[in-house]
């Protein structure tokens, strides 16, 4: 255990940060206040040099009392870290262009790469070299955008951090990436007390130099830690996307949010997860907590099935990574949802974002199910009896692939935010799509990672897809048609609404929250939309056979929502009502603004 030296990585920084705070450069280097910054007050940004220096001497004092060996893979990360120190700092000072910013940070990745830690993860060379160089790249970017909001960056990187160092003592017995992992989570737990004050401003910020020693420093751990060692497995893949999957989602968000919105991708702003959690209520200091606590379940099941590196486990594993994801992002919605309807209350709780909520927790378990039974039908379909020990093998390690591709689809195509209640035909699209992608994304992995040999892959996840389509189609529209058939059993008023238009839609809105009533269908004269169903209810006919519809429909009453409507298309309405012996009341609304709440009037 000579790695513990690097312990001294602290000690370093924090003393290099305090020297430096009461010297002339406290008053010099500083970042002022705009609109695309965070802070409030002018600011010194000179944290990445206690950071760089902590880092640094962790890692020579390991060298000097032999706790670690020098290699070319330990001189090439040194190297690319000290090249975007280099870059991040001058940046600092003087402003550095994105193009001069990346040219930097492309040059650190060719060194470490071309040090020797290559990525054996693929057995293509040159697709190696291009996993490398976007991995490398793409963090330090993911870190230098997450550093957004005082003591986020740092704290995320010590959770990462102590993932890799454990990883290094137990799953891959790797001295020098233990060194690393120490000396660099170390340097940033120097730098938060300067950084992360409750109820008090930062008295330092990391600035580029900072968030660039840091990203860069997480990438080439993650390389050295797993994708470089012999007999790769799905779990050891996925180890560094899941400790480092805050800022991978956050980047890719921001990244997303700023194309859709035609502004600079490198340009700074105030719409990462963290600000959006401290708009819609928490703290700044409960936001940066939340964050850690959720990356640090999230890196905890990584390292459990990556240490006990079994497919069902990882299977498991994948199954409570989403589970996570998918409940912290329906808290950001509901938080958004908060914000927007302008609800004043209590500051979320931070157990509210960890606490399951039930409807979503159902539908991430019951796909789980679904994907895995519809993987296993496919796959015993296309192999004799149970399969060979090697066929076996690699359906173990495609199924971990195929789950988590999928859930990334369906949490990104919305399949998580649909309201299944009220759901037809057409919202299974979303399904079809992620069922068909994640198939052959899954596919393109798997052949990546592993040779397959007489594997028929191709004929399984092409079964698979349409298998899982129907299923979990079906599983989401019976959610729909299960409400239905408890109406039809129960003794709920039958409502018949005339007029499928925004007013029309809005009552029925409304109806269905109540849960009092049903509405059994809408009358309109538009051809557009005849026989259609609109939120899951049909359009039973026009005004002309609203008798008709009442019989069909076994309508208790009849509520008329188009109010400007010709008096002859009401009185049809009304006369065809009092034949069937139903009432009939035409609902108008009226806003007066001088009011502080709509103020609704109903008559016949």
């Known amino acids: 255990m000579d790695a513990i030296v690097a312990i001294a990585a602290l000690p370093v920084t924090f003393a290099v940060l305090w020297i430096l705070l009461r010297s002339p450069a406290g008053e010099r280097f500083v970042a002022l206040p705009s609109d695309e910054r965070w802070h409030a007050e002018a600011t010194p940004t000179f944290g990445g040099v206690g950071i760089f220096a902590g880092f640094v001497a962790g890692i020579f004092l390991a060298l000097a009392i032999g706790a670690v060996e020098w290699s070319g893979e330990l001189g090439g990360i040194l190297a690319g870290v000290a090249i975007v120190f280099v870059a991040g700092l001058v940046d600092d000072v003087r402003h550095l262009s994105p193009i001069a910013k990346l040219a930097a940070q492309i040059a650190a990745a060719v060194v470490v790469l071309a040090s020797g830690l290559n990525v054996e993860i693929v057995s293509n060379d040159v697709l190696a070299w291009a996993i490398g160089l976007l991995w490398l790249v793409g963090i330090t970017n993911a870190f230098n955008l997450l550093d957004n909001m005082d003591g986020l960056a740092a704290t995320l990187a010590v959770v990462s951090c102590g993932y890799f160092a454990i990883d290094a003592v137990t799953a891959h017995d790797n001295t020098t990436v233990l060194v690393l992992a120490l000396a660099l989570g170390l340097a940033c737990a120097g730098f938060l007390p300067f950084n992360l004050r409750p109820r008090r401003g930062a008295v330092v910020f990391m600035g580029d130099s900072g968030s660039l020693v840091i990203g860069f420093g997480l990438a080439s751990l993650a390389l050295a830690a797993s994708w470089t060692v012999a007999g790769t497995t799905v779990a050891t893949v996925l180890l560094p996307l899941l400790v480092l999957a805050i800022p991978i989602l956050d980047t890719t968000l921001v990244t997303i949010a700023r194309l859709v919105e035609k502004r600079p991708v490198t340009q700074g702003g105030r719409d990462h997860t963290s600000h959006r959690l401290v708009y819609y209520g928490l703290s700044e200091a409960k936001a940066v907590l939340l964050l850690a606590i959720v990356s640090s379940a999230i890196g905890a099941t990584a390292l459990a099935y990556n240490v006990l590196d079994n497919g069902r486990l990882t299977a498991i594993g994948v199954l409570v990574t989403f589970v996570l994801l998918v409940q912290f992002g329906s808290f950001l919605s509901d938080l958004e949802e908060r914000s927007r309807r302008g609800i004043e209350g209590p500051?979320?709780?931070?157990?509210?974002?960890?606490?399951?909520?039930?409807?979503?927790?159902?539908?991430?378990?019951?796909?789980?199910?679904?994907?895995?039974?519809?993987?296993?039908?496919?796959?015993?379909?296309?192999?004799?009896?149970?399969?060979?020990?090697?066929?076996?093998?690699?359906?173990?390690?495609?199924?971990?692939?195929?789950?988590?591709?999928?859930?990334?689809?369906?949490?990104?195509?919305?399949?998580?935010?649909?309201?299944?209640?009220?759901?037809?035909?057409?919202?299974?699209?979303?399904?079809?799509?992620?069922?068909?992608?994640?198939?052959?994304?899954?596919?393109?992995?798997?052949?990546?990672?592993?040779?397959?040999?007489?594997?028929?892959?191709?004929?399984?996840?092409?079964?698979?897809?349409?298998?899982?389509?129907?299923?979990?189609?079906?599983?989401?529209?019976?959610?729909?048609?299960?409400?239905?058939?408890?109406?039809?059993?129960?003794?709920?008023?039958?409502?018949?609404?005339?007029?499928?238009?925004?007013?029309?839609?809005?009552?029925?809105?409304?109806?269905?929250?109540?849960?009092?009533?049903?509405?059994?269908?809408?009358?309109?004269?538009?051809?557009?939309?005849?026989?259609?169903?609109?939120?899951?209810?049909?359009?039973?006919?026009?005004?002309?056979?609203?008798?008709?519809?009442?019989?069909?429909?076994?309508?208790?009453?009849?509520?008329?929502?188009?109010?400007?409507?010709?008096?002859?298309?009401?009185?049809?309405?009304?006369?065809?009502?009092?034949?069937?012996?139903?009432?009939?009341?035409?609902?108008?609304?009226?806003?007066?603004?001088?009011?502080?709440?709509?103020?609704?009037?109903?008559?016949?």
């Open 347 to 604: 500051e979320p709780s931070l157990w509210r974002a960890l606490v399951f909520e039930p409807r979503r927790l159902l539908e991430v378990f019951v796909d789980f199910v679904l994907i895995c039974a519809s993987f296993l039908v496919a796959y015993l379909l296309a192999v004799d009896g149970t399969g060979t020990d090697f066929e076996r093998s690699v359906y173990l390690s495609a199924l971990p692939i195929l789950l988590a591709s999928r859930y990334v689809l369906f949490v990104g195509l919305g399949v998580y935010r649909r309201v299944w209640r009220y759901a037809t035909a057409r919202d299974v699209v979303p399904i079809a799509v992620g069922c068909l992608a994640s198939s052959a994304v899954a596919y393109l992995v798997l052949i990546a990672l592993r040779p397959i040999g007489p594997f028929p892959a191709v004929e399984i996840f092409v079964v698979d897809a349409i298998l899982c389509t129907l299923l979990v189609g079906a599983s989401r529209l019976t959610l729909r048609l299960l409400p239905e058939a408890r109406a039809r059993r129960g003794d709920r008023r039958r409502i018949l609404i005339a007029g499928a238009g925004r007013a029309g839609r809005g009552l029925a809105r409304e109806l269905r929250e109540g849960q009092e009533v049903q509405v059994v269908g809408f009358l309109d004269d538009n051809p557009r939309v005849r026989r259609r169903r609109i939120l899951g209810i049909n359009v039973v006919g026009s005004l002309d056979e609203t008798g008709r519809a009442i019989a069909t429909t076994r309508a208790d009453e009849v509520l008329v929502t188009i109010p400007a409507a010709g008096q002859d298309r009401l009185d049809a309405v009304v006369h065809a009502a009092e034949a069937a012996g139903v009432p009939c009341r035409i609902v108008r609304r009226h806003v007066e603004f001088s009011s502080p709440e709509p103020v609704e009037a109903a008559q016949r």
